[in-house]
Nanobody, 113 residues
Framework: QILLVESGGGLVQAGGSLSLSCAAP????????WRWYRQAPGKQRELVAA???????NYADSVKGRFTISREKAKKTVYLQMNSVKPEDTAVYYC???????WGQGTQVTVSS
């Protein structure tokens, strides 16, 4: 089981910004498609953002215009830039490499009002 390594979570005030990153092990040759999910307490895990192999991005309606997913192919890393965060963005965020079916360990994001 390949484990992706996440970093960047924490506590932020509403209206602020936070950036998450997720890296694949050096042993992985390449990863082009990535997804970010989140799971709030008592709720199902939901897809937040995705970037396809050709660079096409998609976002959940709840984060459109506020979150940006990007990647650095050479570093085998994906990012999630979160701006204008809201208390309802509070959740554990997970990165996912669908072609490898690999997940990150999860990172807590807490937005205070």
């Amino acid at each position: 089981q390949i484990l992706l390594v996440e970093s960047g979570g924490g506590l932020v005030q509403a209206g602020g910004s936070l950036s998450l990153s997720c890296a694949a092990p050096k042993s992985i040759f390449s990863i082009n498609a990535w997804r970010w999910y989140r799971q709030a307490p008592g709720k199902q895990r939901e897809l937040v953002a995705a970037i396809a192999g050709d660079g096409t991005t998609n976002y959940a309606d709840s984060v459109k215009g506020r979150f940006t997913i990007s990647r650095e192919k050479a570093k085998k890393t994906v990012y999630l830039q979160m701006n204008s965060v809201k208390p309802e963005d509070t959740a554990v965020y997970y990165c996912h490499a669908p072609l490898l079916n690999s997940w990150g360990q999860g990172t807590q994001v807490t937005v205070s009002s």
